[in-house]
């Protein structure tokens, strides 16, 4: 794409009124815009990491096996009813709809899944099953100043899974575990995002969060410094947990773990029967009775992750995307000026887009070199690659990484071998 | 696919409640289930189908030149006051947000973008720019009977453009005809969509509409025998509109056209400066002066395209998905009970994936020769491929267009073919 036909500009400032990092970088890069506190316009550069991220998502839960669907944000009172939460979540964005009718504004779908799959799941022969979604969410938060890392509205990946029995539940509550860490990796966070045991509920001992080390992050967790896997702060303070989760514990919990700020970036419940009862959800099995479903659950804000990103790996000259997540692998800066330059220029671009490489081409006539190069810095994408007079007198092409403060000289066959196959 | 994977099934009765025959064929089909009035979830094969027709929209807009944007759902009651319409519009959703906030779920979003892009576009030198969305909407209809033809919760695709000069705007009107039109034909619904003339606005004679013959629609619609545009009803009693849109009209409006019933797919506007006086989005010309933006907006709902697909093209046996929007291009059933045979079947199944050709492999075991062709007819993929023992004797495939009654032999070679190249 040409920057000179991007509808969005970046800015001198952020203009942003919440003092997040993410918001501030995103909005003065042009990628998202706030419309009030916790509800933000993606312009196309952000939703083209949005759509990257949730991209990552749905392949890594289609390979699980789970088929993708989508349910209604507005939601009637009397699902929230049946399981008691809508008095009970102080979220819940609660509405009047025509001829009176109470609604709310989906927060979580556990009151839409349960019934919708359970008109489907009658034998033992249909289970185990699996579905999720990719959906706007809605969330009445009382504070929202921190960006797309808690929104009013905001992206989510929920998954639900169906089962006959807690070891199927279990089974396949481990191969989601393995699911979300390849989620992180592909976006550039698996260095620095742990599995963390987490308080549990009436079906299990603990559950699990994902958490991503930021500074800014609002959750304290600990790392366990023998194996990638942290404890979350609600967790330290009970003994019997720390004894389960620490191999040969002594009682000094400073011996084993280090102490970080985190952003938590999913988490995954084993809800056993909790939403089955409530709907009478149940299944036949091959004894010829009757039984609740045993569920699961699990979240990832896509949106989240995109905040995280801009919080966890920029520098201060700007944004700096991981490789699958970036709206375009190349930001090509031309520096020319003379009509036969500009010319070689486009057939750079050209012949780079014929090669199946995603480029941002800053074609602008009218903005200096060193306004080009802070913006190529903001706007973050993985590689920098300027044409100027002085390359092309050479018959080269300057390339640099964003993350690396070293430019190399390459032909054009050189540069296209090393954007096909980065590794 | 395997349908034995899927986790819906078809329904003997569709248990639908409202009469419409769009959601009683997709919930039997089980595309869609309805979760309230007005608010459907959107199954694996329903949403596959949404999917195709969004892809087919933002192709469409793609080439207009339009960029792709993601705006929220929940917007301030202050911009909506800015325009007039907070107490005006009768079907917008309102709510309670934290601090008291009165909040609004977008019907429409010129209250958004239009500030939005004013933000960026300030010099002559930034337009034309055209952005759109496809997002979930919502509208708070008193009733909501019509399935996906009529949602308090639905899809839509909402496109606004920015001009310097009403030629600008105009040029650009035409041109989102033309995709507008592309879609209608790659949605299979060419042949019985018409550009129809609507009421206009205080900035333009007309406005239009794209109207889709069917019996079940809500509006009606006056055809001109001579070219394939219609007249919206509304406009029928005003002579100087008829004089305006028919050559040589001599009084006698039946002489000309001809009545139906129709669905609204598509409406598009000349917006003028209405919303860019609101927000003082003004941009500043050749002349050093400033001016309002002069906008246009261009909706498409994509679920009532769905929904209107199930109406228009279907039979008394079910679906008839076109091509480009059906969930799978092929319907594989199998006859097979003999090991050999399955496995024959199987391998058919993987060769067709490989050669890039989607599949819904009916592979159930437990489900007769009949109940599969009924479902096959129910679910409405464009061909329907049949492995039997009697096929396979004959080293053959059974192979039948969804809308033609003959069957063929084929051999697989053969099969391929013609699937690879429909036409």
Request: net charge negative; glycine share 6%.
């Amino acid at each position: 794409m040409r920057l000179s036909h991007l509808v969005t500009k970046t800015k001198k400032a952020s203009g942003e009124q919440d003092p997040s990092r993410n918001a501030a970088l995103l909005t003065k890069a042009g990628y998202i815009q706030r419309l009030m506190s916790g509800a933000y316009s993606y312009l196309p550069l952000g939703l083209k990491v949005l759509n990257n991220i949730e991209t990552i998502i749905r392949e890594e839960m289609n390979a699980l096996g789970a088929q993708e669907i989508l349910m209604p944000a507005l939601q009637p009172r009397e699902i929230w009813e049946k399981t008691g939460r809508w008095d009970k979540i102080d979220v819940l964005y609660t509405l009047k709809g025509a001829g009176d009718a109470d609604l709310a504004l989906g927060p979580t779908h556990e009151e839409v899944v349960t019934p919708l799959l359970s008109s489907f799941l009658k034998s033992h022969r249909d289970l185990p099953a699996a579905v999720y979604q990719i959906q706007t969410k809605y969330r009445n938060e009382a504070r929202a100043k921190a960006g797309l890392l808690r929104g009013r509205e905001f992206r989510m990946k929920d998954l639900y899974s169906f089962h006959l029995t807690q070891d199927d539940l279990d089974e396949f509550y481990n191969r989601t575990i393995e699911a979300y860490l390849n989620v992180y990796r592909r976006c550039g966070l698996g260095d620095i995002t742990y599995l963390t045991y987490a308080t549990g509920g009436a079906f299990s001992k603990y559950s699990h969060e994902f958490q991503t080390i930021t500074s800014s992050g609002e959750d304290i967790i600990y790392k366990l410094k023998s194996t990638n896997v942290a404890i979350n702060k609600e967790l330290v303070e009970d003994i019997d947990a720390l004894r389960d989760i620490i191999p040969d514990f002594n009682g000094q919990l400073a011996d084993y773990v280090d102490e970080y700020r985190a952003i938590e970036v999913g988490n995954i419940f084993k809800l056993g029967t909790r939403f089955s009862d409530a709907f009478s959800a149940d299944v036949t099995h091959a004894d010829g009775k009757n039984y609740p479903l045993i569920m699961g659950c699990y979240g990832i804000g896509s949106s989240r992750i995109m905040g995280t990103i801009a919080e966890a790996l920029s520098d201060d000259r700007g944004l700096i995307w991981p490789d699958e997540v970036a709206p375009f692998k190349v930001h090509l800066v031309s520096l020319c000026h003379e009509e036969w330059e500009i010319e070689q220029a486009n057939t750079i671009y050209e012949r780079l887009i014929k090669s199946g490489i995603s480029v941002l081409y800053d074609d602008r006539m009218d903005v200096r070199a060193g306004e080009k190069f802070s913006d190529a810095d903001l706007l973050g994408m993985p590689r920098r690659v300027v044409v100027s007079s002085k390359t092309l007198e050479s018959n080269s092409i300057e390339f640099k990484p964003r993350n690396d403060p070293g430019a190399l000289l390459l032909t054009l066959e050189n540069l296209e071998n090393i954007l096909l196959d980065p590794t």
